[in-house]
């Protein structure tokens, strides 16, 4: 079993800046695409920025030139700096890796979910 445990919300005001952070522990033997989702309050959850095992990432459009992805391979951690925000990047933020296992191939999993307030 993979458990993944978000860090890093909190209430910004607008312009200001955040790191998220998503570290996987468990049982895995390696993780490949790490993504980032967020979803706003009555609004479906959406995808925001992703990142390969190789490194290379991308991002929404609404987000591209503000955030970044990145990754620490060797603490199976992914990061999310949000700089610039923006009262609509307001939201729940989740992260979500694949990772592979000795047993059960690999699969999806989900952060619980880390809450960006953005004041304007």
């Known amino acids: 079993q993979v458990q993944l445990v978000e860090s890093g919300g909190g209430l910004v005001q607008a312009g200001g800046s955040l790191r998220l952070s998503c570290a996987a522990s468990?049982?895995?033997?390696?993780?490949?695409?790490m993504r980032w989702y967020r979803q706003a309050p009555g609004k479906q959850r959406e995808w925001v920025a992703g990142?390969?095992?190789?490194?290379?990432?991308n991002y929404v459009e609404s987000v591209k030139g503000r955030f970044t992805i990145s990754r620490d391979n060797a603490k199976n951690t992914v990061y999310l700096q949000m700089n610039s925000l923006k009262p609509e990047d307001t939201a729940v933020y989740y992260c979500n890796i694949q990772a592979c296992g000795v047993v059960g191939g690999c699969r999806d999993y989900w952060g619980q979910g880390t809450q960006v307030t953005v004041s304007s």
């Open positions: 990142i390969s095992s190789a490194g290379s990432t």
């Open positions: 468990g049982s895995m033997i390696s993780i490949n695409v």
